[in-house]
């Protein structure tokens, strides 16, 4: 019975404080607690295979045949698909018959050129002997020197005409030689040219995306295939240049994933690209997971919030209980405007280094009818 009178005399003096004050302001409060104060970088990215790469035509030309689909697994060097291009492949063709026609061409000219030089020899070797038969004779009185200098010119001719054979043999053989290595050249170039209508995988994994179909006619350097390797996967976000500089290797981060709704994950930077992506004014970084959630996939979206700093044991209040450089504190029902000291702050809370106590009882969102030393009726913001 005590308890209800007292009860009863509460309310009976808060009503006539507020017909003497006016009537309460009700205001939502929230407390002065203890915690983790952090300073987070946002950036947002996709899941992708680190290995990863583009497979693109080397040649223009038409898809005749397609050999695997998205989400087969290739080993590296892998046919992916065919490029028909008729061009090198009839050059590779019309190469070949010139390589053996210049063969053909040159080799019986070198042989004349043989047979006729063992004819020579045969000849001038007889007519040396001749000439020294004749010398003798000539010494004798047995011939003339006239015929005698006959025999002896036309060794000498015999002798140049030899020469003249080997310098042309040499020459065939130099044209034989040079007209044979060009055409081979060209094969082993031509050649090489059909090899890259084959289309191979240069790294290990899966079939990630297939950009073409077939029979479609794709140009040099198109992009025909991604290729990755799924079992390692990594997070590629875009740190905007206001933030790079605040961002260090190592730095943990805070990933949530459309695709695992109420969950959050660690990662670690792992990397910042140093050449920033002109378009979007942000710099390329990875971060790889403190351990991958299941049933991970490339190009699954995420939201990271990158740890920049963090203080244990912070005074922390709601950031929408910051009012410029001050809060407003209920004192019994009261409101008091207090300056504070702020610290850390994210989006959600705010470490406050001066102003306040841990307990008190702050406004959450200051109702500018309120002044300094207003009556509120307080409650806790849910």
């Known amino acids: ?22 009537a309460p ?4 409060v929230a407390y002065v607690v203890r915690g983790k104060a952090v300073n987070a970088v946002y950036a947002t990215g996709t899941v992708e295979a680190e290995d990863r790469a583009s497979v693109k035509a080397k040649v223009a030309g038409s898809v005749k045949a397609l050999l695997v689909r998205e989400g087969e697994r290739v080993e590296k060097g892998a046919l992916l698909a065919r490029v028909e291009n008729t061009t090198i492949t ?32 045969s000849e001038l070797a007889l007519a040396r ?15 003339s020197a006239l015929d005698r200098d006959r025999l002896q010119s036309r060794a000498t001719q015999l002798d140049a005409e030899l020469r003249a054979n080997s310098a042309e043999q040499e020459l065939a053989r130099i044209a034989l030689t040079s007209n044979t290595a060009q055409a081979a050249e060209d094969v082993k170039a031509l050649t090489s040219q059909v090899d890259d209508t084959e289309v191979r995988s240069p790294v290990a994994g899966i079939v990630l995306r297939r950009h073409v179909e077939l029979s479609e006619v794709v140009m040099q350097n198109q992009v025909l295939f991604d290729v990755g390797n799924t079992e390692q996967l990594a997070l590629r976000v875009a740190i905007d240049e206001g933030d790079v500089a605040r961002v260090k290797v190592g730095a943990h981060a805070l990933v949530t994933m459309y695709a695992f709704r109420g969950e959050t994950f660690r990662a670690t930077i792992t990397r910042i690209l140093p050449d920033a992506d002109r378009a979007t004014k942000s710099f390329p970084s990875w971060l790889h997971f403190e351990g991958s959630p299941p049933n991970l996939r490339s190009g699954m979206t995420v939201e990271a919030n990158i ?28 409101v008091r405007k207090v300056p504070v000291s702020i610290g850390l702050r ?21 109702d500018t009818s ?13």
Request: charged content about 25%.
């Open 1 to 22: 019975m005590k308890r209800r009178t007292i009860a009863v005399g509460l309310v009976a003096l808060l009503a006539i404080f507020g017909l003497a004050m006016g």
């Open 25 to 28: 302001k009700r205001v939502s």
């Open 90 to 121: 009839h050059a590779l063709e019309r190469g070949k018959l010139e390589l053996a026609a210049s063969s053909k061409q040159a080799g019986p000219k070198l042989s004349s050129l043989v047979a006729k030089a063992t004819a020579l020899r």
């Open 129 to 143: 002997s001749e000439a020294d038969r004749a010398d003798a004779l000539v010494k004798g009185g047995g011939m």
């Open 307 to 334: 740890i920049t700093d963090e203080h244990d044991g912070a005074l922390m209040v709601p950031s929408e209980a910051i009012d410029a450089n001050h809060v407003w504190r209920v004192d019994g029902f009261r």
């Open 346 to 366: 994210d989006l959600l809370k705010a470490e406050l280094k001066l102003g306040v106590a841990e307990g008190d009882a702050v406004l959450v969102a200051r």
């Open 370 to 382: 309120l002044s300094d030393g207003s009556w509120v009726w307080p409650r806790k913001a849910q």
